[in-house]
T-cell receptor, first 110, second 117 residues
Framework: SQQGEEDPQALSIQEGENATMNCSYK?????LQWYRQNSGRGLVHLILIRSNEREKHSGRLRVTLDTSKKSSSLLITASRAADTASYFC??????????FGTGTQLKVEL | GAVVSQHPSRVICKSGTSVKIECRSL??????MFWYRQFPKQSLMLMATSNEGSKATYEQGVEKDKFLINHASLTLSTLTVTSAHPEDSSFYICSASGGGLSADTQYFGPGTRLTVL
């Protein structure tokens, strides 16, 4: 399966700033999900957006999906040091399988 | 809810030995479990999908005789790395879905760091 590309690969911001990560994928999807991974740990599910949705919010997270451009973005507002982690998009094409993107390493500095 | 555990969290073994990693869903019945492999600073690569009571489906390029997967119950799947070599050193992560939870979402274990000397 082909992975999606995430951009940027690494992002460093100051606490309180917003962080935006982008994900592009190649095949048609049923849904797109974002996960967070703290260093050396498992993944935590953040948010799922379905192919017929364009935008979704959850707390400080905002996800957009543009199926015509095969892209999605994750915005974290008012970032905190605890948001430091790697963020992965994952596309679901049916049958429960997920294809993960290359990831963005976010560092939020005090 | 939807907690998945893995054991062990770290394992160091000698080349040529076999290592078994357990993945358990603690508070739900996982009809499907997935095994991933992750190299440092890289993404997760799906190795195989297993459904309870049936044979695992391996992704292209993954040797089924080397990475033995057993999903004998709705709460336990095991991955055995047979005749491990240094190139098998990696971070192995399992995930689970099912049990009335959203079929689209996978719940991940904390991972197992395997080092083969």
């Amino acid at each position: 399966s082909q992975q999606g590309e995430e951009d940027p690969q690494a992002l460093s911001i100051q606490e309180g700033e917003n962080a935006t990560m982008n994900c592009s994928y190649k095949t048609s999807i049923n849904n797109l999900q974002w996960y967070r991974q703290n260093s050396g740990r498992g993944l935590v599910h953040l948010i799922l957006i379905r192919s017929n949705e364009r935008e979704k919010h959850s707390g400080r997270l905002r996800v957009t999906l543009d199926t015509s451009k095969k892209s999605s973005s994750l915005l974290i507002t008012a970032s905190r040091a605890a948001d430091t982690a790697s963020y992965f998009c994952a596309t679901g094409g049916g049958g429960n399988k997920l294809t993960f993107g290359t990831g963005t390493q976010l560092k939020v500095e005090l | 809810g939807a907690v998945v555990s893995q054991h062990p969290s770290r394992v160091i073994c000698k080349s040529g030995t076999s290592v078994k990693i357990e993945c358990r869903s603690l508070d739900f019945q996982a009809t499907t479990m997935f095994w991933y492999r992750q190299f440092p600073k890289q993404s997760l690569m799906l190795m195989a999908t297993s459904n309870e009571g049936s044979k695992a489906t391996y992704e292209q390029g993954v040797e089924k005789d080397k990475f033995l997967i057993n999903h004998a119950s709705l709460t336990l799947s095991t991955l055995t790395v047979t005749s491990a070599h240094p190139e098998d050193s990696s971070f192995y992560i399992c995930s689970a879905s099912g049990g009335g939870l959203s079929a689209d979402t996978q719940y991940f274990g904390p991972g197992t760091r395997l080092t083969v000397l």
